[in-house]
């Protein structure tokens, strides 16, 4: 629109004098070319403002820099560049220099009350150090290390991925049905194969088994691969047999339908237990049912009964009913041994968090999920809980963009993600896609920390422990074994 009516730019411009763009890096490339090419249709003056670090363009989809908008002519943007460096220790700041790929060279802040300042005006030394090992156990990691990882505010952990952390934290189980469902994939493949071949079937009032069955019969080789599951659909439905029983069953044109993503399960994750709940949640309306559930057993094991009456669904009218919810609020208490089913029915039943329309639709729409979710021991959501509270020292390495911590361990693990790879990262080899998203993860993990970091490989080439000696010192790569 802004590049075919100049008279919008034109409004624009008188609208908004002022335009300031904060992290400028994450932002759509469509949004910037509005700013810096249509509005120049319109000769108005307006001055606009880019705020951001082109080494943290950690996410797909945005323009990562605007190298090509620099210049110090006035329908340019003038770069201002951040020399100095308030949160890191110089040990940090030495490293992060060295990483960053950008030419722009940190320095320690010349205000004395920086946050890395000490008390006489001198920068904060700090610690880094590469730790290797041929086992891939974290625990000797920590042991080494002697933080107190319980103490969340002070230690974090960093991981690529969900999927790493929550075998350490305990939600291995939840974190597969939300991200790992091969079953559900070989559902797509075939309604996408139906959708390509409209005539091949009609999928209404059919179970999943039907339409499998009817789509293979009488073909053979390509054809029948087609509308079969691949290797890795296979391997995990041999697997998980029973949950794939339970799906041949279900209506094709309802399983189909299901939507599900990680998103769903571990969106609004904190950094730690005092940050603020973020609006707009992506979590399904299952995980938010259980969520109320945990929240109102964790406000009476706290004592914060006032906060629990008011977010539960009991009515008290008496004294007798007093005893009784605390008689069945105790019950739910102990419920790390039952199944999510039970807990959800069991508060409903006692009246703590009743079953609402919200979780009797997806019961209905999504049972497919739904019953996976409910098969589970409630424990597994209970850690699923006080991971996204913050109570863990676990987090993502997207997610700590913009936060900062004392003490930083780095896990560089992959975890089979072909869009990272930390063997690239110190050989400086691989796609160059991959090698600069790897490099820029990477500076963000390093910077977080605010005394020390501390970053774990396992099993490293020499050259990967070369490169490591030439960035940390050779005094500070250790091998731990």
């Known amino acids: 629109m802004y590049e075919k009516y100049p008279k919008l730019c034109a409004i624009t411009k008188d609208t908004y004098p002022f335009v300031f763009v904060d992290e400028y890096q994450d932002t759509s490339k469509l949004v910037v070319e509005i700013l810096l090419e249509h509005l120049k249709q319109s000769q108005k003056e307006n001055i606009i403002g880019f705020f951001g670090d082109a080494m943290q363009s950690i996410y797909d989809g945005s323009i990562g820099n605007i ?18 460096n308030r949160r890191n220790p110089q040990l940090v700041i030495d490293l992060s220099n060295k990483i960053r790929t950008d030419g ?9 009350s920086a946050p890395n300042m000490e008390p006489d005006g001198n920068v904060k030394e700090g610690s880094i150090f590469f730790l290797y090992s041929d086992d891939d156990d974290l625990n000797n990691v920590r042991s080494y290390l002697g933080w107190d990882f319980s103490d969340t505010k002070q230690n974090k952990e960093l991981n690529l991925t969900h999927n790493l952390i929550a075998a350490k934290a305990g939600f291995e189980e939840l974190m597969r049905i939300y991200d790992s469902d091969k079953i559900l994939d070989f559902v797509a493949r075939l309604k996408k194969y139906i959708k390509a071949n409209p005539e091949s079937i009609e999928t209404e009032g059919k179970t999943l088994k039907k339409v499998i069955d009817e789509l293979q019969e009488g073909k053979s080789g390509r054809t029948l691969n087609a509308v079969s599951p691949t290797r890795g659909m296979q391997e995990y439905i041999d697997i998980n047999q029973a949950t794939y029983e339970e799906a041949l069953q279900c209506p094709f044109d309802q399983i189909a339908s299901i939507y599900i993503n990680k998103d769903q399960l571990v969106d609004d994750k904190k950094n730690d237990t005092e940050e603020n709940d ?20 964790r406000l009476y094991e706290e004592k914060k009964y006032n906060e629990f009456i008011r977010i539960t669904d009991f009515k008290i009218t008496s004294l007798q009913a007093k005893s009784r919810l605390q008689k069945n609020v105790q019950m739910l208490v102990e419920a790390s ?43 597994q959501f209970q850690q699923l809980y006080q991971y996204l509270e913050g109570f863990t020292p676990f987090s993502t390495q997207h997610k700590t963009k913009g936060a900062e911590f004392p003490n930083v361990l780095v896990v560089l693990d992959n975890g089979k993600w072909n869009n990272y790879n930390f063997n690239y990262l110190f050989t400086n080899e691989g796609t160059e896609s991959v090698l600069h998203r790897t490099q820029k993860i990477f500076y963000v993990c390093c910077t977080r920390a605010k005394e020390q970091l501390a970053v774990f490989f396992h099993q490293p080439s020499q050259a990967v422990i070369d490169r490591a000696r030439e960035w940390f010192g050779k005094e500070n790569v250790q091998c731990i074994d």
């Open 104 to 112: 722009l060279t940190q320095h320690p802040s010349d205000d004395p």
């Open 337 to 379: 041994k039952k199944t999510i089913s039970e807990v959800i029915n069991d508060a409903d039943d006692y009246g703590i968090v009743l079953i609402d329309d919200r979780v009797q639709k997806i019961r209905e729409n999504k049972k497919y999920i739904y019953d996976q979710v409910c098969r589970l021991n409630f424990i």
């Open 278 to 297: 973020k609006p707009g949640s992506k979590r399904d309306d299952i995980i938010k049912h259980l969520f109320k559930i945990q929240h109102a057993l």
């Open 67 to 84: 190298d090509e908008y620099k210049g110090q002519e006035d329908h340019l943007v003038n770069e201002v560049k951040k020399e100095q």
